[in-house]
């Protein structure tokens, strides 16, 4: 049996490095608020690992009516589980102990090396060696810095133009520090604090965003990839995941060939399949390269191939699985995560947005309608949901922070 988990924490473990590592309580809320997203691109009778209560009425509900062939799992019943293969968000060495202390045997479990080489092939201070496959193609743009030194930020900081620094491990919009003038106050404070953590902070000029996108692919770990399909997505200003489009795939390739030639997408795509084929073999599961559309200074736009690599499952490969699943042909939608500060402020979102938005159906799937895709509890602080409507209505603007 494979069995899926939705470890959220996984960046900021891999920030950490421990195996005894502890995650913020918001991110262990979120953890349990949406444990069983897994359970929309879980393959055939896997189980997914998530607390009983509300989850089990919830799966129940979405499985008569989506075929998910997917069963729930709670971390006391892991011991008796005949687990074969562990499927989780990402790889660390916290995630591994929590599920071998649980039981989980330790022979379905990555050692310690493979764990700590994917690791290192995560981290933000690999995207300058990343970027270097993509020169060859002259529609391409992207600077990344490696420092080392207190001097090296400062300099980099103040040498112009509005920059971002970045630790090289961190979760989605957290570790990230705009300097739009200069080495800003309290920057020197920040670059002590990831030098002395994380041995070094990563650097790049802040681009003209036009569009976030993404490359999603899958390995398979002895050398072959997969190409899944395109991803675009929205940030907050803080650089933050806010939500991704929903469209069928070759209406994502159409969205993006509105802003970028479509034979540059295509050629970006291939120097990517070529990169993780000699980069990541021995590794199999999802990976994201996140990139942008950009304005040029002469007023053109170019491709930022790799802002940075997600080596774990993510966002815009559950946005690809649940536009194939969800939506009715002539339909769009936003698949949209999000926290709230208290329990009763998503409920009352929650109850509005179903209000607004009822569901309506073509052919047993969703023509428009609100749909939340984990179940909102009296205690839940975070939700994803899914919201559709008619290509008729369709507003594609992007809403990307700076």
């Not at 600077?143 to 930020?153: A, G, I, P, V």
């Not at 939608?333 to 179903?354: K, M, N, Q, T």
């Not at 073509?362 to 428009?368: E, P, V």
Request: net charge neutral; proline share 6%; aromatic share 10%.
């Amino acid at each position: 049996m494979d069995l899926y988990v939705f470890n959220p924490d996984a960046d900021l473990a891999l920030a950490d490095g421990g195996a005894n590592y502890l995650p913020p309580a918001s991110v262990r809320q979120m953890a349990r608020d949406l444990a069983l997203l897994p359970a929309w691109y879980a393959s055939p009778s896997s189980a997914v690992l998530a607390p009983s209560a509300y989850n089990d009425v919830f799966l129940e509900q979405m499985s008569a009516h989506w075929g998910l062939d997917v069963r729930l799992l709670t971390e006391p019943e892991l011991s008796e589980a005949a687990v074969e293969r562990v499927v989780p968000w990402g790889w660390n060495a916290a995630v591994c102990r929590r599920l071998h202390r649980a039981g989980v045997p330790v022979d379905v479990l990555p050692g310690a090396d493979r764990l700590e080489r994917w690791r290192m092939l995560a981290s933000r201070r690999r995207v300058g060696e990343w970027l270097e496959a993509f020169r060859e193609l002259p529609f391409c743009v992207g600077e990344s810095r490696n420092l080392y030194t207190l001097d090296e930020c400062r300099a980099y900081a103040e040498g112009g133009g509005e920059v971002v620094l970045k630790m090289p491990w961190s979760g989605s919009g957290r570790g990230l520090l705009w300097c739009r003038d200069g080495f800003a106050p309290g920057a020197e404070g920040w670059c002590r604090r990831v030098l002395r953590a994380q041995g070094c902070v990563v650097a790049s000029p802040v681009y003209d965003k036009v569009l976030d996108f993404a490359l999603e692919f899958r390995l398979d770990g002895r050398g072959g990839v997969a190409f899944l399909g395109y991803s675009c997505f929205e940030t907050t200003a803080r650089g933050a995941y806010a939500g991704s489009l929903l469209l069928p795939g070759e209406a994502l390739e159409d969205r993006l060939a509105d802003a970028v030639p479509r034979e540059w997408l295509h050629r970006v795509r291939a120097v990517a399949c070529g990169l993780l084929a000699r980069e990541l073999a021995g590794y199999a599961g999802s990976v994201g390269i996140d990139m942008m559309v950009c304005r040029t200074a002469g007023g053109g736009c170019a491709v930022h191939p790799c802002v940075e690599v997600n080596l774990r499952m993510n966002m815009g490969v559950l946005a690809g699985c649940l536009a194939r699943r969800l939506l009715a042909p002539g339909s769009w939608g936003r698949f949209v995560v999000e926290g709230f500060p208290s329990a009763g402020a998503l409920r009352a979102c929650h109850e509005r947005d179903a209000a607004e938005a009822p569901l309506l159906w073509d052919g047993g799937r969703l023509r428009s309608g609100y749909m939340p895709l984990a179940p909102v509890s009296p205690s839940s602080c975070f939700r994803a949901f899914v919201r559709v409507q008619s290509l008729d209505t369709a507003d594609f603007r992007f809403h990307s922070g700076r």
